[in-house]
């Protein structure tokens, strides 16, 4: 079975900066792309950011591009989000996935394993 751990959430002020881990047992992410997602109240899940298995392609949601930067410890089954210059609208429960393949993707349906998520809340 396969769980992915996130943690690092919290409260933040509007433009402060955070980083996110998400966490897998075993050798969960051993060759998968991981991304991102995040779902404010009462809106859907969206797209925040990807990398590719090997970590040389990254994706970015625009709304979010030029602040986070996703990165990843394979060694330690570990991808980050760092979230910097933060603002109330990212305010969210941020989830990990698991891509069912090695490359970057914006959409959910193609991530297979989700945690519980972490949420992040930004306000003065």
């Known amino acids: 079975q396969v769980h992915l751990v996130e943690s690092g959430g919290g409260l933040v002020q509007p433009g402060g900066s955070l980083r996110l881990s998400c966490a897998s047992s075993?050798?969960?992410?051993?060759?998968?792309?991981v991304g991102w997602f995040r779902q404010a109240p009462g809106k859907g899940r969206e797209f925040v950011s990807a990398?590719?298995?090997?970590?040389?392609?990254?994706n970015y949601a625009d709304s979010v591009k030029g602040r986070f930067t996703i990165s990843r410890e394979n060694a330690k089954n570990t991808v980050y989000l760092q979230m910097n210059s933060v603002k109330p609208e990212d305010t969210a429960v941020y989830f990990c996935a698991r891509n069912r393949g090695p490359s970057v993707s914006t959409s959910g349906v193609t991530y297979d394993y989700w945690g519980q998520g972490t949420q992040l809340t930004v306000s003065s």
């Open positions: 075993g050798r969960t992410f051993s060759g998968y792309a």
């Open positions: 990398i590719s298995w090997s970590g040389a392609s990254t």
